[in-house]
């Protein structure tokens, strides 16, 4: 098994013990601390949707490997240079382990509710956004942070124009942020604004 951390909300004296939601979060071992920081935060304000949740943080092993969709050798401007050797493609054999290996221990081990969240960042946020649209049934929440949209010369985009009109996506929530700031230099690859 991969290894994790693991966060469990705090059962405070004479409170009976409760189960929660399980937040799954890729590259664990750099964003472990802060998430569980906002979780904690979020989950008692006021103004928050967010209830107290478990976060299982999976420590990555190999980021190219597991989390992107397909195998490229495309650089993030899309030039592919002599010598570039394709790598990838394992996102939807990352995912079968999460639901199916390492969900059925988190669910044998914690005091889960049933409601799975999915978060990442950069190649865990095209990750996330890969897993809603090709096993949108895997997670209900999907939290994708400043997604590599610009991986295998915009595959994803493509693959969305293709699929999306497809998929269910009844009863799921997505979060997507980005934090790229405009770069005259370089050639980005955002999902394009819409007012639908």
Not at 20 to 44: C, E, N
Not at 67 to 88: N, Q
Request: with cysteine; hydrophobic share 35%; charged share 20%.
């Amino acid at each position: 098994m991969l290894p994790i951390s693991r966060y469990v909300p705090a059962t405070r004296p004479g409170e009976k013990e409760e189960s929660y939601p399980v937040l799954y979060l890729m590259d664990g071992d750099s964003f472990f601390h802060s998430v569980v920081g906002f979780t904690r935060l979020f989950s008692t304000s006021k103004v928050s949707s967010l209830p107290p949740c478990i976060v299982v943080a999976v420590l990555n092993t190999n980021r190219t490997r597991d989390l992107t969709p397909t195998c490229s050798a495309a650089r993030r401007d899309g030039t592919v240079r002599p010598g570039d050797k394709p790598e990838g493609g394992g996102a939807g054999q990352f995912c079968r382990f999460l639901t199916e290996e390492l969900r059925p221990a988190v669910e044998q081990n914690l005091p889960v509710n049933g409601q799975h969240l999915l978060a990442g960042h950069s190649y865990a946020g095209l990750f996330t956004l890969h897993v809603l649209l090709n096993y949108p049934g895997a997670f209900d929440t999907y939290i994708a942070i400043d997604p590599s949209l610009w991986w295998d010369k915009g595959y994803f985009q493509k693959q969305v124009e293709r699929q999306v009109d497809k998929v269910d996506f009844s009863g799921k929530q997505l979060y997507v942020a980005f934090a790229t700031q405009p770069r005259p230099d370089r050639k980005l690859i955002h999902f394009p604004l819409t007012d639908d």
